[in-house]
């Protein structure tokens, strides 16, 4: 395995979004892990419902394909491709039925979030149901995608060259996404996207870093963006030892 360098540039608390560079690694590669990310790393999601009670004004496919985009915790490594978990859900009227009422057979899955709500139920109405989530990759289906927002761009250093003229036009030098200046890293927010705000008077030129990659990445909360990574990661490699394999025979 080749090595790369990972630096993390920022991170949400509940670790479910952040921002790092990549560096040592082909454009390929970097989209290779991207696309992984997105359609390549399982996650568990509703399939299948066993409707005990449904006297509500939804019909039962409504609320299952409600429950199948509720994302569900899934730990790396311990569960198969194919294998179930059991949730059940009981709630009665007059209530609504949240994403936090689905009670799991397994403590490792849980919804991801508790406040996403199924339905309204008025007085007399009753939702009971058994529900089975499946482990599979977003390749099959968009609702097992635990990536669901991943991109990059290169990371780019700034170098000052110059003054400008007394009389050269200063116009936007608009640039986004994290430049490096002297070894640091600079998220462009951080002065408003326009280099003259960072640089007033200055010449610059903008390059891109050779091998070096900022991403972007938010999970649904089924796994830590950590996770999401070396699974993605993982599977590049677990499908390139396949295809060596294969080549060999």
Same mark, same amino acid.
């Given at each position: 395995?080749?090595?790369?360098? &990972?630096?993390?540039?920022?991170? /949400?608390?509940? @670790?479910?979004?952040?921002?790092?560079?990549?560096?040592? &690694?082909?454009?390929?590669?970097?989209?290779?892990?991207?696309?992984?990310?997105?359609?390549?790393?399982?996650? !568990?999601?509703?399939?299948?419902?066993?409707?005990?009670?449904?006297? /509500?004004?939804?019909?039962?496919?409504?609320?299952?394909?409600?429950?199948?985009? &509720?994302?569900?915790?899934?730990?790396?490594?311990?569960?198969?491709? *194919?294998?179930?978990?059991?949730?059940?859900?009981?709630?009665?009227?007059?209530?609504?039925?949240?994403?936090?009422?689905?009670? /799991?057979?397994?403590?490792?899955?849980?919804?991801?979030?508790?406040?996403?709500?199924?339905?309204?139920?008025?007085?007399?109405?009753?939702?009971?149901?058994?529900?089975?989530?499946?482990?599979?990759? *977003?390749?099959?289906?968009?609702?097992?995608?635990?990536?669901?927002?991943?991109?990059?761009?290169?990371?780019?250093?700034?170098?000052?060259?110059?003054?400008?003229?007394?009389?050269?036009?200063?116009?936007?030098?608009?640039?986004?996404?994290?430049?490096?200046?002297?070894?640091?890293?600079?998220?462009?927010?951080?002065?408003?996207?326009? !280099?003259?705000?960072?640089?007033?008077?200055?010449?610059?030129?903008?390059?891109?870093?050779?091998?070096?990659?900022?991403?972007?990445?938010?999970?649904?909360? /089924?796994?830590?963006? @950590?996770?999401?990574?070396?699974?993605?990661?993982?599977?590049?490699?677990?499908?390139?030892?396949? !295809?060596?394999?294969?080549?060999?025979?």
């Amino acid at each position: 395995m080749s090595e790369f360098d &990972v630096e993390f540039i920022d991170r /949400s608390e509940d @670790d479910r979004d952040a921002r790092f560079v990549v560096r040592g &690694v082909t454009p390929a590669f970097a989209n290779g892990i991207r696309r992984a990310m997105v359609a390549d790393v399982p996650t !568990l999601s509703i399939d299948t419902l066993r409707v005990i009670e449904n006297s /509500s004004v939804m019909f039962d496919e409504m609320i299952g394909l409600r429950l199948g985009l &509720v994302p569900l915790t899934t730990p790396p490594g311990e569960f198969e491709a *194919g294998e179930t978990v059991t949730l059940a859900l009981d709630v009665e009227g007059p209530a609504t039925a949240y994403s936090g009422d689905l009670v /799991s057979a397994d403590d490792l899955v849980k919804p991801a979030d508790e406040n996403v709500p199924i339905i309204d139920l008025k007085e007399n109405q009753r939702l009971e149901l058994e529900a089975e989530a499946v482990l599979d990759r *977003g390749k099959t289906h968009a609702k097992h995608q635990g990536g669901v927002a991943v991109g990059y761009r290169h990371l780019q250093t700034v170098e000052v060259v110059g003054d400008l003229g007394e009389f050269e036009d200063d116009e936007p030098q608009i640039i986004r996404g994290v430049i490096e200046d002297d070894g640091e890293l600079v998220p462009t927010e951080e002065f408003g996207n326009d !280099l003259r705000n960072r640089y007033p008077g200055k010449e610059v030129r903008v390059e891109d870093v050779p091998g070096a990659f900022v991403f972007d990445v938010e999970t649904d909360g /089924s796994m830590s963006v @950590d996770d999401l990574v070396l699974e993605a990661v993982d599977s590049l490699y677990a499908r390139a030892d396949e !295809l060596e394999e294969a080549v060999q025979l």
